[in-house]
């Protein structure tokens, strides 16, 4: 697949850094350093700019190491964006440490995906099909 992008940051154009990756890493495209404060969140900006086909959105993920090593993530993870958005793709980061964290430009900062999506049309109707779970939720399938 193919998609349009322009990239106006100081940045390379995302790519997949194994032959086996899902994700592509997103920069962060900053003219000043950002630190962000125990709880506190910033809308990163990347300076990337995409035009997704119709039935594809690309999901903004939180980065596996930032999570683990230094409680960074995507605060609305995973950020959606669609195939008719044309502005600018920004990251909104939060700090869920104890630890202030600085952005520096050009840090790693979360990961892209690309996927398939479909549109659904809904039927309503007074009853659902029974299954064996039924209304079982929350925890309901064991640990």
């Known amino acids: 697949m193919t998609i349009k992008i322009i990239n106006k940051s100081k940045h390379q154009t995302p790519s997949y850094e194994t032959s086996a990756s899902a994700g592509m890493d997103l920069r962060a495209n900053l003219n000043e350093s ?6 506190e969140r ?11 086909p119709i039935g594809f959105e690309a999901q903004v993920r939180p980065r596996s190491g930032l999570a683990a090593k230094h409680g960074i ?5 995973p950020g959606t964006i669609d195939a ?36 659904t049309k809904w039927h309503e109707v007074n009853v659902l099909d029974e299954t064996k779970r039924g209304e079982g939720g929350f925890g309901s399938t064991g640990i």
């Open 34 to 39: 950002i630190t962000l404060k125990p709880l």
């Open 42 to 52: 910033a809308i990163i900006k990347t300076g990337l700019f995409i035009a997704l």
């Open 73 to 77: 993530t995507v605060l609305n993870a």
């Open 84 to 119: 008719d958005y044309r502005g600018e793709i920004g990251v909104i980061l939060v700090n869920i440490s104890n630890d202030s964290f600085t952005i520096n430009d050009g840090d790693r900062v979360a990961q892209m995906i690309i996927a398939k999506h479909e549109h």
